[in-house]
């Protein structure tokens, strides 16, 4: 059985961009409101008395887009200052990167995750939505100043979507020749989306594979890492190829990781609601960490029967209706 040291923590499900795979703008979202985040002090004490002491010691922070939750810097600091924090990251879209970088790297934030599906400023354009002036530039220069900054390892997730920006795939791998950057595919999801795209789903890892071995040749990489991606790399470059592929394999054994809704809900699976419990409401009614603490131990020890592939209505067609921005993908 796998060790779930890895809480994936989302900050808000807000967002600045529309992408269309994950908050699609015909879509009406019922936002969580204000008072119904979970508290920077409520989610410190939940680390410190409930995480913490079953064994989490790797945090990531997403969204929505985490970088619109006011005070994030802050937050970064308080985290990577607690002993027990052995890994701290980000996943965000980088439109806010080029302002923030500096003082999120300063707070003690190392690893950075950003969403980049497209090089091309149409494409990118058409994939988060129309905001009158294109957003591409600034999320590119957010990208370089994480870069310039030091953010190491530096990781581009790549969302392919069929017929979108599945023409990019060289492009993007070539990123990664002469900047020690990952690049990341991921199959599209059906979530929260299920009437798009619908003529074909989500190109297969492996055919995105193929397509770059074709050109350059690809080789298993050494850097596995622990979590789902399957790591290649084009012999010589200086970054690698990481593979997502949870719609063609199914690695729900590898799994080390819970996610925590910015409302408090603690989903032990990302497709799967089994078992689910609000933190939040019950910090607020008052029950006691330690006995949070033994709910959360109790819900991991099931974790292992509650995954990706068992999902709730246990077909493969299921249909999901919270978005990745409100699950925190
Ligand atoms: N806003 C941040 C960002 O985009 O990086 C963080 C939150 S976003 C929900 C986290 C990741 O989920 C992004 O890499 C995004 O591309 C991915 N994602 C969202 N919807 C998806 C879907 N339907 N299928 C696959 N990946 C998805
Ligand atoms: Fe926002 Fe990220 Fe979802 Fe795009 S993928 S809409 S950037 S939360």
């Given at each position: 059985m796998n060790r779930v040291d890895y809480l994936r923590i989302s900050l808000i499900d807000r967002c600045n961009f529309r992408c269309q795979y994950c908050m699609p703008e015909e879509t009406e979202l019922d936002y969580i409101l204000r008072q119904e985040l979970l508290t920077y002090d409520e989610l410190l004490i939940l680390l410190k008395e409930v995480f913490i002491p079953l064994g989490f010691s790797k945090f990531r922070l997403t969204g929505g887009?985490?970088?619109?939750?006011?005070?994030v810097v802050e937050l970064v600091r308080e985290i990577a200052s607690?002993?027990?924090?052995q890994d701290l990251s980000m996943t965000t879209n980088?439109?806010?990167?080029?302002?923030?970088a500096h003082d999120l790297y300063q707070a003690g934030l190392r690893r950075i995750n950003i969403s980049l599906d497209s090089l091309n400023q149409e494409t990118f354009d058409q994939i988060i939505g129309t905001?009158?002036?294109?957003?591409w530039q600034q999320t590119w220069e957010g990208i370089q100043t994480a870069y310039q900054v030091g953010f190491d390892p530096l990781k581009l997730n790549v969302v392919m979507i069929p017929g979108v920006n599945e023409n990019e795939i060289e492009d993007l791998a070539q990123l990664t020749i002469d900047r020690r950057w990952h690049v990341r595919f991921i199959e599209f999801m059906?979530?929260?989306?299920?009437?798009?795209?619908?003529?074909?789903?989500w190109v297969p890892s492996e055919e995105i594979r193929q397509r770059i071995r074709q050109k350059w040749g690809l080789i298993e990489s050494?850097?596995?890492?622990?979590?789902p991606a399957d790591v290649f790399q084009i012999p010589g470059a200086k970054g690698t190829l990481g593979f997502i592929s949870q719609m063609s394999e199914c690695f729900c054994d590898r799994c080390n990781r819970m996610r925590l809704a910015a409302d408090g809900w603690l989903r032990p699976c990302l497709l799967n609601e089994t078992g689910q419990i609000n933190l939040k409401i019950a910090l607020r009614q008052g029950i006691k960490t330690s006995e949070l603490r033994e709910q959360v131990k109790q819900l991991l020890e099931i974790k292992p029967e509650i995954n990706f592939k068992q999902r709730e209505s246990g077909t493969e067609n299921a249909v999901y209706n919270r978005t990745m921005s409100q699950i925190g993908g």
């Open positions: 887009e985490p970088l619109l939750r006011p005070r607690l002993p027990q924090t980088g439109f806010l990167l080029k302002s923030m905001f009158g002036r294109s957003r059906p979530i929260g989306n299920a009437q798009l795209f619908s003529h074909r789903a050494s850097i596995q890492g622990n979590g």
